[in-house]
């Protein structure tokens, strides 16, 4: 991310993880999902052979593209009249985590899909990340941003993650222009779209119990929404990459 970025240079920073699959994958083993979930790359938001690729039902989407002057004039816009979320405990609609370590959109964007809908059931009792996501929901935002800050497991299991690229990764000083972001299925139906930067999770419809993350309402409503967007305020940089976080066939 570049000069927007909201978290303070002097916040602890991670190096930045890769929106690579494996990657995505082993740091969710790692925590504590169990290997018959696991990220796939989706090829295509448009193309039903290559979608058809996609092992579903998809739970989440992680979409990374660069941060640019009109997506952060965007952002502003709709966050300007919301008010700072403080939801927690167990009748949350879904588990938000505000961004506080520099660099770490990617781990957020991790937590948001695996925190909520049908991943959290799977979340393997005794792990990492059972504890650390049973421990979080009591709290509101800033706490649990606090939590996330001091967890050595976390810290741990990322660097490992961070390693494992195809390329260099950059330093965890360095500004990265590129960001993540999760729409996520939740337990409601509802489709959310959760991005530590922002106010707090983001309603963006209700889905169908067969309509998953990847179906066409919940792309509809949420990366071709967003892309559509960007062409409109006339991004010329429509760079992104998407990974899906669904059923693991290895």
């Known amino acids: 991310m570049t000069e927007h970025v909201d978290v303070p240079n002097t ?13 995505m994958s082993h740091l969710v083993h790692q925590l504590g999902l169990p290997p018959t979930l696991g990220f796939t790359d989706v090829y295509s938001i448009d193309e039903p052979d290559l979608l058809a690729l996609v092992p579903r039902p998809s739970h989440a989407l992680l979409l990374v593209f660069p941060v640019t002057p009109s997506y952060e004039a965007t952002r502003v816009a709709e966050d300007g009249p919301l ?14 985590f505000k961004q506080t370590i520099r660099n770490a959109c ?3 964007g991790l937590l948001h899909a695996v925190a909520n809908g049908e991943p959290r059931k799977h979340v393997i009792p005794g792990s990492d990340l059972d504890t650390l996501l049973r421990e979080a929901e009591s709290l509101g935002p800033i706490a649990r941003a606090d939590l996330l800050y001091e967890s050595k497991a976390l810290e741990s299991a990322h660097a490992d993650a961070a390693r494992l690229g195809d390329t260099a990764a950059p330093q965890a000083e360095d500004n990265v222009d590129l960001h993540f972001v999760a729409f996520v299925k939740g337990s409601d139906g509802r489709l959310w779209e959760l991005d530590g ?23 509809e409503l949420g990366v071709r ?6 062409v409109r305020v006339g991004n010329p940089d429509l760079r992104f990459s998407l990974v899906s976080l669904g059923p693991s066939f290895d």
């Open 83 to 96: 008010p700072e979320y403080n939801g927690s405990g167990p009748g949350e609609p879904v588990m938000w």
């Open 106 to 108: 990617g781990l957020i």
């Open 225 to 230: 929404r967003f892309l559509q967007t960007e």
């Open 197 to 219: 930067r922002r106010k707090g999770p983001l309603e963006r419809g209700r889905l169908a119990d067969d309509e998953d993350a990847l179906s066409d309402k919940a792309l």
């Open 11 to 23: 916040n602890k920073a991670f190096v930045p993880l890769e929106n690579n699959p494996e990657v």
